[in-house]
């Protein structure tokens, strides 16, 4: 009896369209850390591409958001195939395709929070939801110190002539922010990135407060003993 329930609580995991995208987002995460050729990036962009557009397409109950997200993603990778392909000045393509990523993030995050914090039923599938929003807002605050770097590359102490921090590097140090543990040895140098990191703070800290009342708010209180 406990085995067949067992089972059945792994096969509805199974079945929910978040939990996909939440495997996904964990591989995204792990293979950019082993990923160090061009053909590698492209390879990675690719994918991040298709996942956003499923998470957009999943959430999303017309076609407006897929083809949002369609015109946001395929830009993105374009200019950054360019780039590392050697077809686009490098500054310029990776400041547009990064530009085109956030903003791509921006969408999906957004129809993805609507879909978790909807007034129905709280199910195991807007759980992974949830768990997959949090970690595109750490994805995304990295990609916007990533263009913050690309205009002030003095922002995170690099110095004229060294080479940029990497995309792990941010991501590390934005999710060091997003869950309130610190950034690291990266040193931020400038009011505006410091405000971007006070404003990643707040709003991991507001995340989770809100979806821990959300989920307090589904159980109906319990009836006095009179």
């Known amino acids: 009896m406990g085995i067949s329930r067992l089972q059945s609580s792994f096969a509805r995991i199974f079945y929910q369209r978040c939990f996909y995208l939440f495997i996904s987002l964990l591989a995204l995460m ?9 053909q590698g990036r492209i390879l990675i962009g690719a994918t991040h591409v298709m ?30 195939f360019l ?15 990064t530009s085109f990523y956030l903003a791509f993030y921006v969408v999906a995050i957004s ?5 978790v914090f909807s007034p129905e039923v709280m199910t195991d599938d807007k759980l992974f939801g949830a768990a997959s929003a949090f970690f595109m807002l750490g994805v995304a605050w ?5 263009l913050v770097q690309r205009l002030d590359p003095a922002a995170f ?8 921090r990497s995309f792990n590097d941010l991501l590390f140090m934005s999710m060091g922010y997003l869950t309130s543990n610190g ?21 991991g800290t507001l995340f989770v407060a809100i979806l821990i009342a959300r989920l307090a708010g589904i159980y109906p209180p319990k009836a006095e003993d009179r």
């Open 30 to 38: 792990v293979a950019g850390a082993f990923v160090a050729t061009d």
């Open 51 to 80: 996942v956003l557009v499923a998470t957009v397409a999943a959430v999303g109950r017309t076609p407006t958001p897929f083809v949002i997200a369609l015109l946001l993603g395929l830009p993105a990778f374009g200019f950054q």
């Open 83 to 97: 780039t590392l392909q050697g077809l686009e000045d490098l500054a310029y393509g990776s400041l547009i395709s």
């Open 111 to 115: 129809y993805l929070l609507r879909y």
């Open 142 to 146: 990295a990609i916007a110190y990533a």
């Open 157 to 164: 102490g690099v110095k004229p002539g060294d080479q940029l």
């Open 183 to 203: 950034p690291g040895d990266i040193v931020l140098v400038g009011a505006k990135v410091r405000t971007l990191a006070i404003m990643e703070q707040l709003f």
